[in-house]
């Protein structure tokens, strides 16, 4: 089993900072929805007991379209999505790897995921599995 550790993050203007337990070489995913793709946002998901909210849920706005099951958790202030709860895991969290802070992720390897025929390859919507 691979070794976790702490990975610290947070929006640009820091109102917002989690904490997320993850290896320190990290497996993400590389969406091309129409969110994803338009945002440059790199999949990190792990369940909720991997993940902790430290500041911000003060300033977190939430967006919803299309089945409404994603909670797209945005900083009110900046902008920025660090994190949210995707529609493929609604039990968990998937952050943004491009909002961690330098320091502790070792590797990182990218797989693209077809996010524009979600339902053609996920008929009732859910992704694999999570690893706890």
Not at 24 to 51: A, Q, W
Request: hydrophobic share 30%; with cysteine; net charge positive.
């Amino acid at each position: 089993m691979t070794s976790m550790i702490r990975h610290t993050g947070g929006c640009h203007c820091g109102r917002v900072r989690f904490e997320v337990i993850a290896p320190g070489d990290l497996e993400v995913s590389e969406c091309n929805c129409s969110i994803c793709s338009k945002s440059g946002y790199l999949h990190l998901t792990v369940p909720k007991s991997r993940f902790r909210l430290l500041s911000g849920d003060d300033q977190l706005t939430t967006y919803q379209f299309n089945t409404n099951t994603a909670q797209h958790l945005f900083c009110s202030v900046c902008g920025v999505k660090s994190f949210y709860v995707p529609r493929s895991h609604p039990e968990g969290f998937s952050v943004n790897v491009r909002c961690l802070d330098p320091g502790t992720v070792r590797s990182m390897r990218v797989t693209p995921v077809d996010g524009r025929r979600w339902e053609e390859q996920y008929p009732l919507g859910r992704g694999p599995p999570l690893e706890d």
